[in-house]
């Protein structure tokens, strides 16, 4: 199967230095067929250790919020990072360790073909919908580009860091369930 193959190549990439501090890959995780995609920065520490995205608090949080709408990475949707290894000490990716590694998100894309992508954070925003994205200022808005629909919320660490945000993002949580009713066929069966 063309993801699986997609995954192994991903697995073993060497493009960029970064494969030189990581432990794992991080290709994401959920269902190959899904509707929505959820796509945030790059993995951490934990997501290093076990190979999986959003793992650590930060996921933990998230997952609380796809629970709120019925959503999970078991049922209806797939999960990934802008870039699939960890930058040592959490570093922002470097512009060559993104350009080496978009392609990947490139193909799970057309792979997938979601309805709708979710960034999470400014910096999944700013390469996804546009440069110039003001995450705090444009979340929960929505963008139609090419047949999908685009939206960005807070960042779960951003919202450990800064609980009183928590509101907004739910908010956030509550217009991607009215999109997915909207312009989704299979998510909510
Ligand atoms: N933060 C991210 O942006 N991605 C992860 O996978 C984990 C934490």
């Given at each position: 199967?063309?993801?699986?193959?997609?995954?192994?190549?991903?697995?073993?990439?060497?493009?960029?230095?970064?494969?030189?501090?990581?432990?794992?890959?991080?290709?994401?995780?959920?269902?190959?067929?899904?509707?929505?995609?959820?796509?945030?920065?790059?993995?951490?520490?934990?997501?290093?250790?076990?190979?999986?995205?959003?793992?650590?608090?930060?996921g933990?949080?998230?997952?609380?919020?796809?629970?709120?709408?019925?959503?999970?990475?078991?049922?209806?949707?797939?999960?990934?990072?802008?870039?699939?290894?960890?930058?040592?000490?959490?570093?922002?990716?470097?512009?060559?360790?993104w350009?080496?590694?978009?392609?990947?998100?490139?193909?799970?894309?057309?792979?997938?073909?979601?309805?709708?992508?979710?960034?999470?954070?400014?910096?999944?925003?700013?390469?996804?919908?546009?440069?110039?994205?003001?995450?705090?200022?444009?979340?929960?808005?929505?963008?139609?580009?090419?047949?999908t629909?685009?939206?960005?919320?807070?960042?779960?660490?951003?919202?450990?860091?800064?609980?009183?945000?928590?509101?907004?993002?739910?908010?956030?949580y509550?217009?991607?369930?009215?999109?997915?009713?909207?312009?989704?066929?299979?998510?909510?069966?």
């Open positions: 199967m063309e993801f699986e193959a997609l995954k192994e190549s991903c697995l073993t990439c060497q493009k960029c230095g970064l494969c030189e501090t990581r432990k794992n890959v991080v290709f994401g995780e959920g269902i190959p067929t899904a509707e929505v995609m959820f796509i945030g920065e790059g993995p951490g520490q934990n997501e290093d250790e076990q190979g999986r995205p959003f793992v650590g608090r930060s933990q949080l998230l997952d609380q919020y796809l629970q709120a709408i019925h959503l999970s990475r078991e049922k209806n949707i797939f999960i990934t990072n802008i870039v699939k290894c960890r930058p040592p000490e959490n570093r922002d990716p470097l512009p060559a360790e350009d080496a590694c978009i392609p990947y998100l490139r193909e799970q894309f057309r792979i997938i073909r979601p309805k709708i992508i979710v960034c999470l954070g400014r910096i999944a925003a700013q390469r996804l919908i546009r440069p110039d994205f003001s995450v705090m200022k444009e979340h929960g808005q929505w963008e139609l580009k090419n047949g629909w685009f939206t960005a919320t807070l960042h779960p660490a951003a919202l450990l860091r800064n609980p009183r945000s928590k509101p907004l993002a739910f908010e956030d509550i217009s991607i369930r009215t999109k997915i009713e909207e312009v989704c066929t299979r998510t909510y069966l």
